[in-house]
């Protein structure tokens, strides 16, 4: 019984959130409003850049024989994007109450709201979790490891099924990836700004996608060209890309959930 309260207590309170309407055009002034507080904290915001980077290559590297595992590990960049920016949004939030951008600061902040964060990074891990899974088995219904690890990313276009290989493996990324980015696009802001629990940011953050479908799609196509153009600068790119992205989504929840 209590737990039934509980959640229609939670679902009222998604409910009585305000979701703002915007323009197709709006995920464009997010991104220049992100690079503007990108400049504004370079360093913190350079530095936040330069580890997704690092961890990037590391685990390429590592991953570097099994192309599958690699191209996965790429993709699932998509699904915990709103948890690595997490700091960039507070640094956001700084600029916005006229304060000087303090990386302690944004670090710090993490803390405020720690168990629906983590709850959060729960669900998201969950769903990489899967993905992975999905990604190595669509693998091993078409060829097996030891071609992989011995013929690397050619075995995947020289083999007679390669574009059905490819198109369900394209088919599912992309489920997996709407499905994160529907439920995650201003909930983590959310919970960082609102101190609200994880089920009323997540319904908060589908409403926007429903009301903003064609704002959404073009944010998440922004949000997918960034990323790949981080990948193919080596990496490096992404210590500029993301933390662009990062700030441009503490704008997108501004814009979209009323205060």
Not at 60 to 89: D, T
């Amino acid at each position: 019984m209590a737990t039934t309260h509980t959640a229609t207590t939670q679902d009222s309170v998604a409910r009585v959130i305000t979701i703002r309407k915007v323009s197709p055009g709006a995920p464009l002034d997010w991104l220049k409003k992100g690079y503007v507080d990108y400049k504004k904290s370079f360093l913190p915001s350079m530095l936040y850049g330069l580890i997704f980077a690092v961890v990037g290559m590391a685990v390429i590297f590592l991953a570097s024989k099994n192309p599958i595992f690699s191209m996965a590990f790429i993709s699932a960049f998509f699904l915990v994007g709103p948890f690595i920016a997490v700091g960039l949004y507070h640094l956001s939030w700084q600029i916005e109450e006229g304060e000087k951008p303090c990386l302690l600061d944004s670090v710090v902040h993490i803390k405020s709201n720690l168990l629906n964060l983590g709850l959060f990074i729960v669900i998201l891990g969950f769903l990489m979790m899967i993905w992975m899974r999905i990604a190595a088995l669509i693998a091993g219904v078409y060829f097996g490891n030891l071609e992989l690890i011995t013929q690397g990313v050619s075995a995947i276009f020289s083999m007679e099924f390669s574009l059905e290989f490819v198109a369900f493996f394209t088919f599912f990324g992309f489920f997996i990836a709407q499905l994160a980015f529907s439920i995650s696009v201003v909930a983590i802001p959310m919970i960082i700004h609102r101190k609200v629990d994880v089920i009323t940011a997540i319904i908060t953050s589908l409403r926007v996608v429903m009301k903003n479908p064609i704002a959404m799609l073009v944010w998440a196509i922004i949000i997918v060209a960034m990323i790949n153009l981080g990948f193919i600068l080596f990496f490096l790119g992404l210590a500029v890309t993301l933390p662009i992205i990062g700030h441009a989504s503490w704008h997108a929840y501004r814009a979209t959930v009323d205060d």
